[in-house]
């Protein structure tokens, strides 16, 4: 694996800023990647191995998407919005998965480990480099059940929804009462009000700019 510097740098570039949230998922992804015995996993062979599973919307999850190479489009990575600043990475070869959460004692000791740095937020940044695995971090064995249709590839199924004809893929729908239906016809969605329109430029085409 890369060294902390440069990934951390790189991850900065790609998120547009460095944080102490950057610090964190770096390390974060580095921890959980040894943990499951990846010393490469932006690598081609070992890409198709990882599974990583990310709780948090925050800048971690940007971090931790950089280290690992998982993307949504791969299927590599899955987001659970838990609210937790906390990602289980597997090995989709041994099976073996470890969830690594960030501690809330280590916003605490920051000023035990960059005692030097007066500003807050500048403090846990540097902190966070400094501060062992052990405090930065707690780490649970985990078992993660994975069906086909959570696994990367092609799409392994698709049904349409008997409400809104929507197409669903890869074993996402609900059936109700023996109707197939889409999540949002099922149990509601995000948005509200949904009404179909035009504009004045729909028919543009990248070819036609």
């Not at 900065?12 to 015995?37: N, S």
């Amino acid at each position: 694996m890369k060294p902390f510097e440069d990934l951390l740098a790189t991850s900065a570039a790609v998120h547009g800023h460095m944080c102490p949230g950057q610090v964190v998922g770096v390390r974060m992804a580095m921890l959980g990647c040894r943990l499951i015995g990846l010393d490469d996993p932006t690598s081609h062979d070992q890409i198709k191995k990882l599974i990583v599973y990310v709780e948090m919307d925050r800048c971690a999850g940007d971090a931790v998407a950089h280290v690992t190479g998982a993307k949504l489009g791969r299927r590599s990575l899955k987001f659970v919005d838990y609210g937790i600043m906390a990602a289980t990475f597997v090995n989709l070869d041994t099976g073996k998965a470890f969830r690594v959460l960030s501690t809330e004692e280590a916003r605490d000791l920051a000023c035990q480990y960059a005692p030097e740095v007066s500003e807050k937020y500048k403090q846990q940044l540097e902190a966070y480099k400094r501060m062992p695995d052990s405090v930065l971090f707690r780490v649970q064995q985990v078992e993660v059940p994975l069906s086909e249709f959570d696994l990367p590839g092609p799409t392994r199924r698709k049904v349409s929804c008997n409400r809104c004809g929507q197409v669903v893929r890869d074993h996402r729908e609900i059936v109700q009462n023996g109707d197939t239906l889409c999540q949002p016809c099922a149990h509601g969605a995000y948005f509200r009000d949904p009404k179909e329109i035009t504009w004045p430029d729909m028919n543009w085409t990248p070819v036609s700019s």
